[in-house]
């Protein structure tokens, strides 16, 4: 990855292909029929509003990782990428510029209506649900369990993929089977969780422990099941530094968490539009996200 920032990106307009959708922060192309251009710009996004305020080189960070991670496990399960390059596919010198490091050309594929989501650690929501339940997604799970403790073994918490600007809600495996087949969820959830100790496995031997992560599948036409979206980035999991780990609390994070704990800080409401956020928060973050990639990629 070049050294230099790259100008923050909040929104391309690419004109060499049409656009196919806008989500929180992925800008997505037609390329062809088989192929998709997914730009992934420097949007933040914080309880389900997209923030107005960029986070530099916060794009270049989430591909570089994602292909880091797709590489390295490809050996467990396919993935969305392709060979070819996004020079190859857009024919605008300056729609190239715009979109250096940030985009990857993909196979279209057919995604699931599900996220899976992998716990190793008791932190965030389903902290909040053990507190009330003692189970997370009908899991039961230890009396006795603190903030941030450990869990015996990695659990499958899947979730639903809500539209932009509603909220994931967690579901339990029944209705997981229910929204994509029994056969499917059950190797989801075998899958998932096989990625899941392979990656802590490895962050934890560069000071890292992957406390939980979000991964996003997809059917090709002939069924077979592959990888999509981003993998284990700051944005789709929770990092924390070993060093600074403590069970009792949760940790401080590579992710936006930080941003999180300003927003809580000021007293917003969640709703749109967003705040913007101060120089401050915005270097952090940013560091933080550079980080993280540092850190999992040096090898």
Known sequence: MNEHPLPPLFESTLTSLPLAHRGKVRDIYTVDQQHLLIVTTDRLSAFDVVLPTPIPDKGRVLVGLSNFWFHRLAHVLPNHLTHRTPEEVLSNPEDRATVAERAVVVRRLRPLPIEAIVRGYLVGSGWKEYC????????????????????????????????????????????????????????????????????????????????????????????????????????????????????????????????????????????????????????????????????????
């Not at 006795?144 to 403790?149: M, S, V, W």
């Not at 924390?240 to 590579?254: C, D, L, N, T, V």
């Open 132 to 299: 009330e339940t003692g189970a997370v997604c009908g899991i039961r799970l230890p009396k006795g369990l603190r903030e941030a403790d450990c869990l015996p073994e990695p659990i499958f918490t899947p979730s639903t993929k809500a539209a932009q600007g509603a909220h994931d809600e967690n579901i339990d495996f029944d209705l997981a089977s229910t929204l994509v087949g029994e056969e499917l969820a059950k190797r989801i959830q075998d899958i998932s969780i096989t990625l899941y100790q392979k990656a802590a496995r490895y962050a934890r031997e560069r000071g890292i422990l992957i406390a939980d992560t979000k991964f996003e599948f997809g059917l090709d036409d002939r069924g077979a099941l592959v990888l999509i979206d981003e993998v284990l980035t700051p944005d789709s999991s929770r990092f924390w530094p070993m060093e600074q780990y403590a069970p009792g609390r949760s940790p401080p994070s590579f992710d936006k968490q930080y941003v999180r704990n300003y927003l809580e800080s000021i007293a917003w409401n969640k709703r749109p539009p967003g705040p913007v956020l101060p120089p401050d928060v915005v270097t952090h973050t940013s560091q933080k996200y550079h980080e993280a990639l540092q850190r999992l990629t040096r090898l």
